[in-house]
């Protein structure tokens, strides 16, 4: 058994998450650890609510970080918002779609699985024809940036069409907050999550969410009783609310000064800049993959700049590259999930990570390792 403490080798990390940390958020999260009920720490929550409301976009009350990565935030969504026997349509062109079905069947729902291609985004022709054919749907569930294909979809219009029916939404950012255009309230969005991993250059390990006034409606109104009790936000929100702080579950401390100050740099760059940021950088990219006749999987007007899926060439190999990266040049990419296995390289830019020098260092390393 190993007495030596664990010192990582230092990486730049360029996959689908974790992203660069960046250094402020390191530093915060080495400070003191106070009590959960301090009132200091009671003052940062009520900072960092703020301050997700800013990065979300949103006025709703019911918005804080889940204790837990992004699929604590996802659970969070589904067993407070799925009632058994509730019909959900889910909507499916990737890894993280089918997650969603998964939890639908947990929760006792029926899940109703709308499918598009890999590499395209969610069809909102496809969902209304779902609505119109199956009568009494209560929620629709997408992925907002699906990290598995690097593609957007449009959740305004999805939206739209989901309220038009009677249908909330259950909307999957944890690759896009931070990193590109995501308006929660303006688009109508109803439970959202996110993760602290990707486009906020946080550590893993906490899950931002959001509920607009329909979704706690509808938490109100459940017949049964949440089946986590963990994630059961009537519960949650004794701790999370405004009212009289209840012990629930002893808060991440650390992780949440870093979550905090995190969003302080979101706020003091601006959500626009930031946004802004990880598309110029996504430009500067595209232009070097493309002049060494790489090619993207998904069309342009769809593309997650933050999520750069690009094709493994006819007779490369896939790993191979990808361990020359990371043991000669300490660069981490990702490669393919499920049916894209072996076939993509997944080169992230996210939060702090989408800066100049990583986009020139990647470029550089890939063109040498594929010489
Ligand atoms: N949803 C999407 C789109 C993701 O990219 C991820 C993680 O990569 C998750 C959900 C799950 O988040 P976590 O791995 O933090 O649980």
Not at 1 to 26: A, E, K, Q, W
Not at 79 to 101: H, S, T, W, Y
Not at 156 to 180: E, F, K, M, P
Not at 288 to 313: C, D, T
Request: charge should be neutral.
């Amino acid at each position: 058994m190993s007495t030596r403490s664990f010192n990582p080798p230092v990486r730049t990390l360029m996959g689908p998450g974790p992203s660069d940390v960046h250094p402020r958020v390191l530093a915060a999260m080495a400070r003191p650890t106070i009590g959960h009920l301090d009132p200091a720490f009671v003052a940062m929550m009520e900072e960092t609510k703020a301050l997700l409301q800013y990065a979300f976009q949103t006025q709703n009350a019911f918005t804080f970080p889940v204790s837990g990565p992004g699929s604590a935030g996802m659970e969070t969504c589904f067993v407070n918002l799925v009632e058994p026997g509730d019909k959900v349509i889910v909507c499916q062109n990737g890894v993280f779609g089918a997650r969603m079905k998964e939890n639908v069947v947990r929760a006792g729902g029926e899940p109703i699985v709308v499918e598009d291609n890999l590499g395209e985004p969610i069809d909102p022709g496809k969902v209304e024809d779902a609505l119109k054919k199956h009568r009494g749907v209560t929620l629709v569930a997408f992925v907002h940036a699906e990290t598995s294909t690097g593609v957007e979809s449009d959740a305004q219009a999805l939206a739209r069409i989901a309220h038009q029916h009677g249908a909330a939404t259950i909307v999957d950012a944890v690759t896009s907050l931070g990193g590109s255009p995501l308006s929660v309230d303006a688009w109508g969005l109803d439970a959202v999550y996110s993760g602290s991993q990707k486009c906020l250059s946080c550590t893993p390990g906490l899950s931002p969410v959001t509920f607009s006034e329909r979704a706690a409606e509808k938490i109100k109104k459940r017949k049964s009783p949440v089946q986590s009790w963990f994630l059961d936000l009537t519960l949650v929100m004794g701790y999370w609310g405004t009212g009289k702080r209840t012990y629930h579950h002893t808060a991440p401390i650390n992780p949440l000064y870093g979550l905090h100050e995190a969003l302080v740099l979101l706020k003091e760059e601006g959500l626009e800049a930031s946004w802004a940021r990880h598309r110029q950088q996504y430009e500067a990219l595209r232009a070097g993959i493309e002049a060494m006749g790489l090619s993207y999987l998904v069309k342009e007007p769809h593309r997650l700049p933050q999520l750069n899926a690009i094709r493994v060439p006819e007779g490369v190999d896939d790993a191979t590259v990808r361990s020359k990266l990371l043991h000669d040049y300490n660069i981490e990419i990702g490669g393919g999930l499920g049916a894209l296995a072996g076939k993509l390289w997944r080169i992230g830019l996210m939060g702090h990570g989408a800066n100049p020098k990583n986009v020139m260092s990647c470029l550089g390393a890939l063109d040498a390792v594929l010489a």
